[in-house]
């Protein structure tokens, strides 16, 4: 329908936007909540989004509701992102690195990443300080661990098998 209507890009905005709500974890539980008359719940969801989004996100939203499925708009707008990308051969990658990268350190694994994976690639960053040194890429369900306490791991397991 996204497609059809040109709307691929209104769809992803719209649905970011109810997921950031959906996040919130009180809101969510009142508008899946059977306790509350769905009337209530239905004038709460067009009050939440009517204007801010377009009718039919609003109606995707008060669907989830009224079925008790309004917490899983962070998951619909998620696997809704993953389609886009992949409609638009875009692979999405995260690098793990012991400290924040800069902007060139950044755009050199960019590089190097979309040529591992053969395609555009939307990265994202986490740090975790536990890595001694290098990085972690992950790339769908492909990890590639070059870092440190990687290969110390690495090494220590050929050096256990040897001795067995």
Do not use: C
């Not at 008790?68 to 990658?93: M, N």
Request: glycine share 8%; net charge positive.
């Amino acid at each position: 329908m996204a497609t059809r209507d040109n709307a691929v890009d209104a769809w992803q905005r719209d649905l970011a936007f109810a997921a950031g709500l959906a996040r919130d974890e009180q809101l969510a539980r009142a508008l899946d909540s059977p306790a509350v008359a769905f009337v209530k719940r239905r004038k709460a969801v067009e009050q939440l989004f009517g204007g801010r989004i377009s009718p039919h996100a609003v109606n995707l939203t008060l669907l989830l509701a009224e079925r008790g499925r309004f917490g899983i708009l962070p998951r619909v707008s998620a696997e809704y992102d993953a389609l886009v990308r992949q409609s638009r051969g875009i692979v999405a990658a995260t690098v793990t690195t012991p400290a924040p990268l800069s902007k060139g350190e950044l755009a050199a694994v960019k590089k190097r990443v979309e040529q591992l994976a053969g395609a555009h690639v939307e990265l994202s960053t986490a740090t975790d300080p536990t890595l001694l040194g290098g990085l972690r890429v992950t790339i769908g369900d492909l990890q590639i661990d070059a870092s440190v306490r990687g290969r110390l791991e690495r090494l220590r397991a050929r050096l256990v098998q040897g001795t067995s």
